[in-house]
């Protein structure tokens, strides 16, 4: 070859000529193009698609942390390439949606928590049934490990109901964590305590004296709302409420507020414990939540 004779680099070679590199390298795998042999999307192909035949509502980095969790060893585009032979990709615009959700995960305060049972988003978001008419799930998601720590339904969404879904997520925790919530919210070694700051919307339960009342009663907590107009400052909550609706509830037929209640209590045990979560490096809320805080 007369770049290799002239001892020529591609680029010095490709300006000389006056022509693209592009070009070169086209000329040059001319009659020589593929397709390649590709041994490791050959292997895992099979086992990628067991995997996204379970979990058909996720994109290839959960079904690769999914497979990693397992042992199974493959990067993340060998992943992606063995779903994209099998058509088990995610529909075009998916993960534009998805950055778009993520973009709106940013705290409340200036100082982002970096410790669980800091920061609490609680929010209710509307449901409707083939046959039961419109519910409300109440979620409650723990800022710093995403853990879903509450998601009852309800009919109405008064400040009764914002009580009971706040009362359903500090059981959970001391159920988890296996001593009182308030415990949790003490410095061992200072005494202080530092309560769970609950952020709400501005919604008529929220700003209800009842509420307050509540709030008052328990030293474990404090509440904040959010600016007016500003939902990216719940954003851990509403991203909840997204992932449940379009990676499961949507994709099955709900009959009632029975249905739907069991559903989502389903969703909360794959959220939580077997759902990799790449903000948390791909553990799930479960794990990073129960991680100690010292």
């Known amino acids: 070859m007369i770049r290799i004779e002239a001892g020529l680099p591609i680029g010095r070679f490709c300006e000389i000529l006056g022509l693209p590199r592009s070009t070169y390298h086209r000329w040059r795998t001319a009659g020589a193009k593929g397709p390649w042999p590709s041994p490791i999307v050959d292997r895992i192909e099979p086992v990628v698609e067991k995997y996204a035949g379970d979990w058909p509502a996720w994109g290839h980095r959960k079904i690769w942390a999914m497979m990693r969790a397992d042992g199974e060893e493959a990067s993340t585009s060998s992943v992606l390439r063995a779903m994209a032979r099998r058509d088990l990709l995610q529909p075009a615009g998916y993960q534009r949606e998805r950055r778009e959700l993520a973009k709106a995960r940013r705290a409340a305060f200036v100082v982002s928590p970096t410790r669980r049972n800091r920061v609490w988003q609680m929010d209710f978001s509307e449901f409707e049934t083939t046959r039961g008419g419109t519910w409300r799930l109440g979620g409650i998601c723990d800022y710093v490990a995403k853990l879903a720590l509450a998601c009852p339904l309800t009919t109405t969404q008064t400040a009764r109901d914002a009580i009971s879904c706040l009362e359903v997520a500090r059981d959970r925790a001391t159920d988890l964590l296996g001593h009182p919530l308030l415990q949790d919210c003490v410095d ?42 500003s939902p990216q400052t719940n954003g851990v909550i509403e991203r909840f409420f997204g992932s449940i609706k379009y990676e499961h509830l949507y994709r099955e037929e709900i009959a009632d507020g029975l249905d739907l209640a069991m559903h989502a209590e389903r969703y909360l045990d794959v959220f939580n414990g077997i759902r990799p979560h790449e903000e948390l490096g791909f553990r799930t809320p479960l794990e990073a939540y129960l991680e100690d805080p010292s």
């Open 188 to 229: 061992p070694a200072t005494g202080e305590l530092t309560p769970v700051v609950v952020v709400t919307d501005n919604g008529p339960a929220s700003k209800s004296v009842g509420f307050a009342r509540h709030m008052a009663s328990r030293p474990e907590f404090t509440h904040v709302r959010t600016s007016v107009h």
